[in-house]
């Protein structure tokens, strides 16, 4: 099936209807991260950093990542992704992905499309509405 | 006394130590379920694309040195609150659950600069190439490239 696209295509929302704590501790461990923040609510009150977890980055990363290569067929989809990050997500944020089709061109017979992508907070308490990650990714088309 | 913004050129070009990387089929499920991804199976064979977060895990995770170590190169540690400023990975090909890649690269800029809010702050960009190994389906195959750069802050310049 080939992929419709053309510029000003808005890809389906991709949605993260609450960030888990608990895959933070996960995410932790695989990385061998020490950095308490992601998971322990003492050190996070103790830097006046409330009682909410902080995502990681790669985390919040990865999200972008899923909702492009959906879109484009799979996993083995992505070209290239490149992201700012602007802001901290936090455990039980309900987070959306937005991502609109900027150019659609062909490269060494691939059929590529470029992405404005952002990943905003869409409520959860605190930065409602704030981009937290913006940047631009291609994949490539079926 | 603080990291002085002479030394930042001195440190362009150090190359990292490097290291390889293999993406561990449990590695690869329990990476997939984390991000919320659909996990690659455990029981089917054959070849599986692993997600595509795994190039800059592999980046990372096989540099060679600790985020400690790193920091030290800038005269920093982490209480001095480095943060992430920017990523980019290029797949020049999936990365394959079970498959090894060997990890190069190192510091590639490192910039001073001056914001009214921030004060003075460096950027400093470093950038690793993923290959897989010679004995790899692809041997040497150029997989991707990650560039990340990092922001010091500098309360003392």
Redesign the interface.
Known sequence: MTTAAEVGTELPGYE?PSVSAE?MK??AA??SDP?AIHWDVETLQALGMGDRPVNQ???N???V??AV?AWAG???R????????LGNVLAGHHLRVRATVTAVREEDGARLADCDVVLEVVDGGGGDGAAVVS?TATVVLS | MGFAEADLDGQVGRAFPGGTYTVSPWRAWLLADTVLAEPPSLRAGGDQVAHPLFAWMAATGAMGITWDELFAWFGATAADGPVFGEHETTLHRPLRVGASYRVSGGIVSAQRKVGRRTGAFDIVGYSMDLHEIASGAAPGAHVATCWNSIVFPRRDA
């Open positions: 993260v895959k996960t995410m695989l990385l950095t980055g790669p985390l990363m990865g999200y990542m899923n290569t799979g996993p083995d992505l070209r290239r992704l490149r992201v700012r990050f940047g």
